[in-house]
């Protein structure tokens, strides 16, 4: 799967960055998507999803906080993150697949680098 994840990078504690996951028209169109991150030595954390008709959810963690977006004219997934807490700071990847899938069986899904986010006080 045609997946480029970036946006990521160094702000202050408060602060906002915007991920961006860039893939193919054909994917874009028929595929929900989802936003993950891991912190070394911890598992990877889904935190959240937009269906194909718009449909999101978020984890406790980050809900309130950040927004996940579809760009239908750049076939690309958004992830606005506000109010960046240092507990945020870890590597996020995006990924797509079945709804099911990506909550229940994300091991099966090919994984690319990520992006490093670091929030700092």
């Known amino acids: 799967v045609q997946l480029q994840a970036s946006g990521g990078g160094t702000v202050q504690t408060g602060g906002s960055l915007r991920l961006s996951c860039a893939t193919i028209?054909?994917?874009?169109?028929?595929?929900?998507f989802a936003w993950y991150r891991q912190i070394p030595g911890n598992q990877r954390e889904l935190i959240a999803t937009?269906?194909?008709?718009?449909?999101?959810n978020y984890a406790a963690s980050v809900k309130g906080r950040f927004t996940i977006s579809r760009d239908k004219t750049k076939s690309t997934v958004f992830l606005q993150m506000n109010s960046l807490k240092a507990e945020d700071t870890a590597v996020y990847f995006c990924?797509?697949?079945?709804?099911?899938?990506?909550?229940?069986?994300?091991?099966?899904?090919?994984w690319g680098k990520g992006t490093q986010v670091t929030v700092s006080s």
């Open positions: 937009i269906t194909i008709s718009d449909s999101t």
């Open positions: 028209t054909d994917i874009f169109r028929t595929k929900t």
């Open positions: 990924n797509v697949g079945t709804l099911n899938q990506l909550v229940h069986n994300a091991g099966s899904l090919y």
